[in-house]
């Protein structure tokens, strides 16, 4: 990395483990900061994007990294992934994953109660159960406990026409497998 055995940023150290004893004779240093800049400076993370198969249908979805992300890390470290879908009770077009009492340790970030069809949302629980939701329609994010809001954490930017036709596939035809994994 040009050179440096020393990531970009400043670095303090004492003069004998930095230096020879050569360069240490001078009485006046006391400490030495290192300051390396290098063409490796620290980027915003790069992370591929997440194929979601679910039953017969395939989409492909972006993190929402920039407004959650800690509930993007959380889930990231769980790929892959794989559950069951089924459709929501109380929310509208939408299929859910319920996780029950699963604790992920995870704080409202990016929340929202109303979801556009393609966004995803992890409720981490408290109010109601933990649960993933996946929008097709018109949705109010919901439970029997009422109004609820979830971590918008993964928008499906491929296969969305599908959508509909994912719903109408759970609420028809039962619980479907997911599986979530990077690309």
Same mark, same amino acid.
Not at 1 to 7: V, Y
């Given at each position: 990395? *040009? !050179? &440096?055995?020393?990531?970009p940023g400043f670095h303090f150290c004492l003069p004998s483990p930095c230096l020879n004893r050569k360069a240490y004779s001078s009485a006046a240093a006391r400490y030495v900061i @290192?300051?390396?800049f290098s063409a490796f400076e620290p980027r915003e993370r790069v992370v591929a994007p997440v194929r979601i198969? #679910?039953? /017969? @249908? &395939? @989409?492909? #979805?972006? $993190?929402e990294a920039e407004g959650a992300p800690q509930t993007c890390a959380k889930f990231e470290s769980l790929l892959p992934?794989?559950?069951? =879908? =089924?459709?929501?009770? $109380? &929310? !509208?077009?939408a299929c859910w994953i319920p996780l029950g009492t699963l604790d992920l340790g995870? /704080? %409202?970030e990016n929340q929202t109660s109303y979801p556009a069809p393609g966004e995803i949302l992890l409720h981490p629980g408290g109010l109601s159960e933990t649960e993933i939701l996946i929008? %097709? *329609?018109g949705v109010r @994010?919901? &439970?029997k406990v009422g109004q609820l809001a979830g971590n918008h954490f993964l928008t499906i930017t491929e296969g969305r026409e599908q959508l509909r036709a994912l719903g109408e596939h759970v609420l028809w035809h039962g619980a479907q497998e997911i599986v979530f994994e990077s690309l």
């Open positions: 990395m *040009g !050179g &440096s055995d020393h990531a @290192f300051v390396t198969n #679910a039953g /017969p @249908f &395939s @989409f492909t #979805a972006r $993190w992934y794989r559950e069951r =879908i =089924i459709h929501v009770r $109380w &929310s !509208g077009e995870l /704080p %409202y929008a %097709y *329609g @994010f919901a &439970s």
